[in-house]
């Protein structure tokens, strides 16, 4: 099986409400779905979405980027991804949103070249998850209501942004917690919003509220900021920002910088790079939870899911950008059941049948 072309569409599309971090405000999914066609007649599909507040990176830079990639990867089995993350890592360093874009496709084109569903090509261990729902930063009394329609809805696991000032995130989390009850799962995501000393003081003060995990507590290049918070929170901390790909894993599990890792294709380019992280956390006693971008459509999340059901060793999603979407530019993937369960497709590959042309360009 050869690749004979890789087409790219564009998708921007309104989100159901502006979603606010502490690193600025989006308020599009823009994202770069590709299609990688074969002589053998298979399309795989996939996706590419630059968070710039996360990754830096651009919807016009991907492209660029996935046209260079497509210049030394037609004529390759797409099937070899051992031999397409060589030549795509020997083409361009980083980058990570236009190779998962690639790697996502070569994946899909994978499960449906061996008849397989990719929740069983990568593991197989489940073909469901449960994800949590965001809430963004909002004034408290906002994020509270927010949260408690989300609970109603039926998510069991609210994450929250916070990361703008101790006061103010403290007021969001007590109002939070008191809008939703005992028995509702709250983690939070700082976005490197914090220093150490007064992130320490802050977890240390939200105990009585039960949070779950704080994601990023620091700035993504203070590692040893992140381990000073690790070493004294109460709180679990997990790791984001700081974790890019499997060398960032290893370096924060055996320095034991962080509690948790939170994976997202966009960041580590893709399945390939996303495997080795999960496995070198599994081996530290690391648990890792898959995350997606705000602006990604739904198909990287299908791939996540997948992913993420299959592993034993991935025990948390927040798999939450399709739902701040009205509709999503492709038919079929998973399935959405009691609100916060993605069962996952028996079609073999990611069980995306074709994209809706009317919401690309
Ligand atoms: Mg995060």
Known sequence: MKITDIKIHLMRAPLARPFRISLGVITHAVSCLVEVETDEGITGYGEGAPGPLITGENLEGTVATIRVLKEKLVGMDPRDMEAVYTVMNRVVAYAGTAKAAIDIACHDIMGKSAGLPLYRLLGGLSNEL?????????????????????????????????????????????????????????????????????????????????????????????????????????????????????????????????????????????????????????????????????????????ASAALGAAMKNVTRADLDACFFLSDVPFEGGFEVRDTRRLILSEDSGLGIRHLKGDMLS
């Open 130 to 302: 449960e994800t949590d729902i965001t809430v963004g930063i909002d004034a408290p009394e906002v994020m509270a209501e927010q949260a408690k329609a989300h609970v109603q809805a039926g998510f069991r696991v609210i994450k929250t942004k916070v990361g703008t000032d101790i006061v103010s995130d403290l007021a969001r989390v007590r109002a939070i917690r008191e809008a939703v009850g005992d028995g509702v799962k709250i983690r939070l995501d700082a976005n490197q919003g914090w220093k150490r000393k007064e992130a320490v003081e802050f977890l240390n003060r939200l105990n009585e509220y039960d949070i779950e995990l704080v994601e990023q507590p620091v700035a993504r290049y203070d590692l040893e900021g992140l381990k000073y918070v690790t070493a004294h929170s109460l709180v679990p901390v997990m790791a984001d920002e700081s974790c890019w790909d499997a060398k960032d894993a290893l370096k924060l599990v055996s320095e034991r910088a962080a509690d948790l890792i939170n994976i997202k294709l966009m960041k580590c380019g893709g399945i390939y790079e996303a495997k080795k992280i999960i496995h070198i956390a599994e081996a530290a006693g690391v648990e890792c939870m898959l995350g997606c971008m705000v602006e990604e459509s739904g198909i990287a999340v299908n």
